[in-house]
């Protein structure tokens, strides 16, 4: 059977197939008719155009990706769009400061005119999706002809924009054995108009991170503004509120577990097909070495956020961010070896490898995968901890690594820019990005960031080999401490990268001679020696494993999909568009612990009692909980704060809606439970559960609490 063949029969089995769990996979949404018929016996109304179509509006329409990392959604004509807190805390946290806290306090545009831009921040909707493999594999002599696979693919894109407004990429799905072509708007004037306070936004902090019950009212506020005909257009003044081809209606009426649930948006990554060998990998050094990166991190900007209000409106965006991958790695591993994941690995690579010896042509192409993947992770995983290291060091560490590399194109290009006459405009935007960079910069922070993080980058990495390679002596953990600590001292006393004065005077005084004394500064000394072997040699060696394990990870998934076709198949998350579905419910992750589907608000008070400063409140939502001030938005007395779902989700998924069986939003989906993150390597239907945060709550916090009924006002509320 060819493969092509194979997936219109794959489609019929996998529907077929008893039993079937809804639960798992996160389905193409130009695919996602074939699965309509279950998802209506799940209770869905809708219909598969409804949902996706390429010839009238649907669903789709109202869906954005958002900041290239997140999801987002439209709920008024007047391009109004929400996603989580954290998805727009960076710019939150930019237009905060000591005299404007944002942060604490919130922020609610009363008007149009007072909605603040975001330069740089894109929202982006899809326009259609399209598989052209067949055009992609066109005269190409196998799957790994790359060459000809790019000339097809710049080809078709080209194709795909010509005359229109539209971006365009194409994706490779299953390691190659597929290709989508992705046709794009990009928004480019996305506003800020309100999000609540951290203790609503972020309340529960890195105690309830990851964790069940919770009670965050994850979301922001954003609008899409255009230009008059209605497209995408850079800011401008006269710009104008987005007319959305389609936006969601509220779904305001009150829920019950076993209510189906829909889950839309742009999901990250996931893993599903790594072999044994490589999951041992992950949770036995990777996992642990990165998660104690961050460890010494955290210890440094928690400590310093606690002490002094400036580090916590600079550091707070930061924070979170090296916070989220940090815990979620910690459940990660401790989820993986719950589920005892290795031992359910290794007995399907058993199944896999059995499979393909009852058949001598299947023996012949998939027979040896297994133990050839497993053996390239055994010779080459080392790989893959050095560039790992070198990620969590020079992207996750010392802060002034980025102004270090800032500087890289004057010193390339100094000659060339002075002989033109467009020095002086280099410089002045040099120091524009210096003032920007040094606005969210503690000097102290950093300097014990860079001394705790070094010392363990060159303890995980080669460097001391290297770096004592003519010593006479042995050296001890005391005396690489010592090497440190200087080290650290001599960058953070006298480098003109760590401190705002220096770096502003070095650009002043500029001269033929500043590019010789530049490159003896001991912060771009250290920075520059490093990443250029992180760049030169552990990048590209990471990056030919990989490579070589794709490579084979295509013959295995193209051997999963021929030799088991009636198991459940689905492309792994690649940050593209996605549709996942199941129900409004809670689970029993482990022995005598079971959690209900959802939480109300007694619960914050709850938590607030306390005395954990993660639960903190401010005294306004404690005089709405004790006068029971909920307005339209309680359900049987209570107010809902958030719920969980059995829906697949991943990073990415971010701020997607949570949608009913009407396609009316039910809230926003912005994390998963503890025992759920190690769903990107392996889902469990009985313990994975999407967290979101109702969106009767949401509009509770914007009505009740923050005084901003106007947005709610602009919105479609659905109480049927």
Known sequence: MTLKLFKFTFLFLYLSSLPLRAEEGMLI????????????????????????????????????????????????????????????????????????????????????????????????????????????FSGTSSKNDFTKIQENIKKLVSLAVAGTHYEAE???FNYGNDYYLMVKEVFLDVRFVGSPP???????????NWVWPRHTGDFSVFRVYVGKDNKPAAYSKDNKPYTPLHFLPISFKDRKAGDFTMVYGFPGQTEQHVVSSYLKFIIEKERPARIKMRDLSLSVIDAGMKNSDLVRIQYSAKQASIANAWKKWIGQIDGLKQLDALSIKIKHEKEYTDRAKSNREWNTKYGSLVEKMN?????????????????????????????????????????????????????????????????????QVDKKIFRLLTLEYFNQTFAWIEITKELPYSITENWRKSYCD?????????????????????????????????????????????????????????????AEMTALLQVYVEGKLIMFPDAKHWPDANSTLRISYGKLEGSAPTDGMMYTEHTT??????????????????????????????????????????????????????????????????????????????????????????VVVDIRYVLWVMDKYSGAKHIVDEMTLMKE
């Open 170 to 172: 194409i994706k490779a």
């Open 486 to 546: 200087n080290l650290t001292e001599v960058i953070y006393t006298k480098s003109i990268f760590t401190n705002k004065d220096r770096f502003l005077l070095f650009l002043d005084k500029i001269s033929d001679n500043s590019m010789k004394k530049l490159q003896k500064d001991k912060g771009f000394e250290h920075y520059t020696k490093y990443i250029s072997n992180f760049k030169n040699n552990i990048v590209p060696a990471f990056q030919l494993f990989s």
């Open 601 to 690: 608000l007694d619960g914050i008070v709850t938590k607030y009692n306390t005395g954990n400063p993660d639960f903190e409140l401010l005294p306004k939502m404690l005089e709405l909980h004790k006068t029971k001030d909920f307005g339209p938005y309680a359900q049987n007395g209570e107010l809902w704060v958030c719920f969980t779902g059995s829906n697949h989700t991943t990073g990415g998924n971010s701020g997607s809606p949570v949608l009913d069986e009407n396609g009316y939003l039910m809230g926003l989906n912005f994390d998963r439970t503890w025992e759920s993150t190690m769903s990107d390597y392996m889902f469990d239907a009985k313990r994975c559960r999407n």
């Open 375 to 443: 053996e390239l992770v055994s010779q080459k995983s080392d790989l893959e901890f050095q560039y790992a290291m070198g990620a969590e060091y020079f992207s996750y560490g010392p802060e002034y690594f980025k102004l270090a590399r800032g500087m890289n194109d004057l010193i390339s290009n100094y000659s060339k820019y002075k002989e033109k006459g467009e020095l002086k405009a280099v410089i002045d935007k040099l120091k524009i990005s210096g003032e920007g960079f040094f606005k969210n910069y503690d000097e």
């Open 29 to 136: 949404p130009s695919l996602i008719a074939a699965f309509e018929s279950d998802m209506k016996a799940k209770g869905m109304k809708l219909s598969a155009a409804d949902i996706y179509s390429v010839n009238s509006t649907s669903i789709k329409d109202a869906i954005l990706q958002f900041g290239g990392g997140c999801t987002a959604e439209l709920v008024s004509n007047q391009g109004l769009l929400l996603t989580n807190h954290h998805c727009g805390y960076s710019q939150i946290q930019t237009h905060s400061s000591l005299e404007n806290d944002y942060l604490k306090y919130g922020f609610w545009a009363k008007t149009k005119n007072e909605e603040l831009t975001n330069p740089g921040l894109t929202a982006l909707r899809i326009v259609r999706i399209e598989d052209v493999s067949q055009a992609v």
């Open 198 to 208: 951290n203790s609503i936004g972020k309340f529960g902090g890195d105690t309830d």
